[in-house]
């Protein structure tokens, strides 16, 4: 069985920083690519980024590039998402997800930047 | 970048009926489209990727098609559970999400 398990999240004022955490089991976590998408309330889903699976290639949506940074510990089986310069614009719901299908993903973890 | 437009932006449809549900990308895909469902609450759930594979435990209601550049997503005959928000997503060597389709109950 294949689980994704996120943590961190929170309240975070605007300019703060915050790390997403994805903890995975079930499948052969080194072989794959991994993503992160986000999805603001109300609203439809935005690819945010995703990240090789040796963790030396990264693309990241317009929207993100150079505030957030993917990365990846192969060994604990996990992804991040590190999340600077937060804007009231990146409250949202985020999911990690294997990528490129997007076959399993997180639970998703809320978001909410604001004063 | 990729851009995927999904039209229309609502159905509203009854139990039973055939939804049809379209996806159209900017520039050529070569098929690499994937159909996501999504309810209330829930994350999405992969039901159909490239040239009309079903994913695990998808029922055979749900089929998709898939050329360069468009990718229709097919639900021959709704059941209750299948009203939610649907989503096309591109998986080449960038990734993009259309703006959904709302399948509503008429």
């Known amino acids: 069985q294949v689980y994704l398990v996120q943590s961190g999240g929170g309240l975070v004022k605007p300019g703060g920083s915050l790390r997403l955490s994805c903890a995975a089991s079930g499948f052969s976590f080194s072989d794959y690519y991994m993503m992160w998408i986000r999805q603001a309330p109300g609203k439809g889903l935005e690819w945010v980024s995703f990240?090789?699976?040796?963790?030396?290639?990264?693309r990241y949506a317009d929207s993100v590039k150079g505030r957030f940074t993917i990365f990846r510990d192969n060994a604990k089986e996990s992804v991040f998402l590190q999340m600077d310069s937060l804007r009231v614009e990146d409250t949202a719901v985020y999911y990690c997800a294997k990528d490129p299908l997007g076959d399993y993903w997180g639970q998703g973890t809320l978001v909410t930047v604001s004063s | 970048e990729i851009v995927l437009t999904q039209s229309p932006g609502t159905l509203s449809l009854s139990p039973g009926d055939r939804a049809t549900l379209s996806c159209r990308a900017s520039?050529?895909?070569?098929?690499?489209l994937a159909w996501f469902q999504q309810k209330p609450g829930q994350a999405p759930r992969l039901l159909i990727y490239g040239e009309g594979v079903r994913a695990t435990d998808v029922p055979d209601r749900f089929s998709g098609s898939a050329s360069e550049t468009d990718s229709t997503l097919i639900i021959s005959r709704l059941e209750p559970e299948d009203f939610g928000v649907y989503y096309c997503?591109?998986?080449?060597?960038?990734?993009?999400f259309g703006q959904g389709t709302k399948v509503e109950i008429k």
């Open positions: 520039q050529s895909v070569n098929s690499f």
């Open positions: 990240i090789s699976s040796g963790g030396t290639y990264t």
């Open positions: 997503h591109h998986y080449g060597s960038t990734r993009a």
